[in-house]
């Protein structure tokens, strides 16, 4: 074995003592200028006796190393020639070395700040486990609903809304958007950010998990096939606040979870046992895409309602202001809402009851649903005048549909595809019959769907192998042929504006082929990039921004929980839904109000929310829900009622 050097000995020590940090380095220095200091005072102590004392030549030799002022007090070569030394050695050792270092450190520590290393010290605020697609509308929708995040600061007594952010990589990049952003712009201050993944049981204590009034986990965005899903990494969030809840023995905190399979929702149950209202994504996109299919039009509701582009929303009010009213009494003095119906409690959870009859009483404990533009116009307004009663009948059964069949293009692949057809396979009075083009192997697409619970062969699906960019290809499937045809966004590409890009080419292209026929089916189109939706300008498709839709379900229901419920039952085979009816079946004048049309509708034990024109207005908005009461609809050919009603398969009011 060879022998060490010296010299090697020594730089592996000095090595080992840099690398551990600023402190450390400066004890290096220090040594280093006490030697420089040591030695230059040797070589001045014979001089003519100028120095006394050896710790005189010392602190003479210090101070030229430290101040170069100095030099020019020295007389004799010799002197002058080590003065020299001392100083340009000053220059590197103690000046240049000392700045680097401090430098060095101080930046260390500043750019620490910025990635968001440093444990917050907040209660009672908002927390969002991951920055995705998602993440930027949410907080914009949290942020601007004033409303339901006044009630909610009340709730718990505090005076400003702090929102906590988790990302991957905590960056002025991510300010940047967020100030960007049309609904956060100077608001981004609230915002704060911290660096780490959810499943990191740290990073959750460095955004206060154990002290938050919510917390929300979006699901991310994860390469098809890999064995870590958005689904895992909600499931292990979960059991990490769980067990830093055990260890702290504190209380846990509300949670809004997105689950991307709905088969794992036992497991979400499991996992965590405080408070937690979960989102099924996938399952909630598919429900609104068929109804779309059965209602076509419907999609603009729903970018009404639920994605946050203005107009109505839906809001859930505490029945104890107004115990002891009947709807009808509550309806008259709302008259810039619409009430939908009523939560009661059930079982521990809640029975929904939507175009409930009129003369239903709330109790104290129930929750009220309206639609409404604003917050404020769910409560009681003395300036405002009240409108007459209205008399709604049971709804029974309702008007059931007509059997329909239904043949749908669904061109790409995506996660959502298999809980698409099984939301088809529960409608018993339609036929669908489903047609998949993807460049995703046939076999592997028919395992996915016949894996997922509720299909049991009660739709007919046949898989081609195609590219639906080729446009000889997507000839020879021969669009024009069905009833509806479905875009849908590939969650194989690296980004959603890649999905997006290749989506809106494939509708272009869709556009040709279908403009050389006289047929026209129905064509939705799912986006993931709520930008990108005015890039189609004047577009004759439908669209659906998954993203929106989804984060604004969630910020809503972390605002107010109930909603979840609401939505589920709206939304779900069997349920209330909204619908598209023809005047014509109605026994209406040429000139009826708003409050006519719901007076009529009411006999028949429906809800009236508006008017879908036949014609766009110069925004390019057909919809036309909650008008006001006293103004005339003035409706024409082609006009269709938006209405709430239970269908023919409606099933009684069950726990949710």
Wanted: with cysteine.
């Amino acid at each position: 074995m060879l022998p060490f050097r010296i010299v090697d000995r020594v730089k592996f020590l000095v090595e080992r003592q840099l690398v551990k940090g600023a402190g450390f380095q400066l004890l290096v220095v220090a040594a280093f200028i006490a030697i420089i200091s040591l030695v230059g005072g040797i070589l001045v102590v014979p001089l003519d006796g100028d120095f006394d004392h050896i710790g005189n030549a010392i602190w003479w030799a210090f101070l030229r190393l430290t101040d170069p002022g100095y030099l020019g007090d020295d007389v004799g070569a010799w002197q002058r020639f080590v003065s020299t030394l001392l100083t340009v050695s000053g220059y590197v050792v103690f000046m240049g070395t000392l700045v680097a270092i401090l430098t060095r450190w101080l930046i260390a520590r500043m750019d620490e700040l910025e990635r968001g290393l440093t444990p917050v010290t907040l209660k009672n605020h908002i927390v969002v486990l991951g920055w995705t697609s998602q993440t930027l509308p949410l907080l914009s929708e949290l942020l601007g609903s004033t409303g339901r995040m006044r009630r909610f600061l009340e709730k718990h007594d505090v005076s400003r809304l702090n929102l906590v952010v988790l990302a991957e990589e905590a960056s002025a990049e991510q300010v940047h958007e967020l100030r960007m952003e049309p609904g956060i712009g100077s608001r981004a201050r609230q915002v704060i950010l911290r660096s780490g993944l959810a499943i990191q049981p740290d990073a959750l204590h460095r955004v206060a998990c154990l002290d938050a009034a919510a917390v929300i986990v979006p699901s991310s965005a994860h390469e098809a096939g890999s064995l870590v899903t958005s689904d895992v990494e909600t499931v292990k969030a979960l059991l990490s606040i769980a067990a830093q809840a055990r260890h702290y023995q504190s209380p846990l905190p509300f949670v809004v979870a997105e689950l991307q399979d709905v088969r794992k929702l036992p497991v979400i149950e499991r996992a965590y046992p405080g408070s937690v209202e979960v989102v099924a994504g996938d399952v909630t996109i598919s429900r609104l895409m068929v109804q779309n299919i059965l209602h076509p039009g419907l999609s603009e509701v729903y970018n009404e309602l639920l994605a946050g582009e203005g107009g109505n929303e839906l809001y859930v009010r505490s029945g104890e202001p107004v115990a002891g009213m009947t709807l009808a009494e509550l309806a008259a003095q709302r008259p810039d809402a619409v009430v939908l119906g009523l939560l009661q409690p059930a079982g521990g959870g809640w029975g929904v009851h939507l175009a409930a009859p009129s003369d239903t009483r709330i109790e104290a404990v129930d929750r009220v649903v309206f639609m409404a533009r604003a917050y404020d116009d769910t409560e009681a307004d003395s300036h405002k005048s009240a409108l007459p009663e209205i008399r709604r009948s049971p709804a029974g059964r309702g008007r059931r549909p007509a059997p329909s069949r239904h043949r749908v293009l669904v061109l790409g692949w995506n996660r959502r595809v298999p809980s698409l057809v099984s939301e088809m396979a529960s409608y018993g009075h339609s036929d669908f019959e489903v047609d998949v083009v993807s460049v995703v192997p046939a076999g592997e697409r028919e395992r996915a769907i016949s894996r997922y619970p509720g299909v049991d062969g009660g739709v007919s699906c046949r898989h081609l192998e195609a590219d639906y960019m080729v446009e000889e290809e997507l000839r020879q499937v021969a669009p024009a042929g069905y009833d509806a045809i479905l875009l849908v966004s590939s969650d194989r590409l690296a980004s959603g504006e890649e999905a997006d890009a290749r989506a809106m080419v494939g509708y272009l292209q869709l556009e040709d082929l279908l403009s050389e026929g006289p047929r026209r089916p129905q064509l939705i189109m799912e986006l993931s990039d709520p930008d990108n939706r005015q890039l189609l300008y004047g577009h004759q498709s439908e669209m659906m921004i998954s993203s929106m839709i989804l984060s604004h379900v969630l910020a809503q229901v972390a605002l107010r929980r109930e909603l979840r419920v609401v939505l589920d039952d709206l939304f779900t085979v069997g349920g209330p839904e909204i619908q598209f009816r023809d005047p014509a079946n109605y026994p209406l004048p040429a000139s009826a109000d708003f409050l006519l049309l719901e007076k009529t509708l009411a006999a028949e034990g429906e809800v009236a929310l508006g008017v879908y024109r036949a014609e766009a207005d110069e925004r390019g908005h057909r919809l036309q829900l909650n008008p006001p009461r006293r103004d005339y609809l003035e409706l024409k050919p082609g006009d269709r009622l938006v209405v709430l009603a239970l269908t023919g398969e409606g099933r009684e009011a069950g726990v949710i």
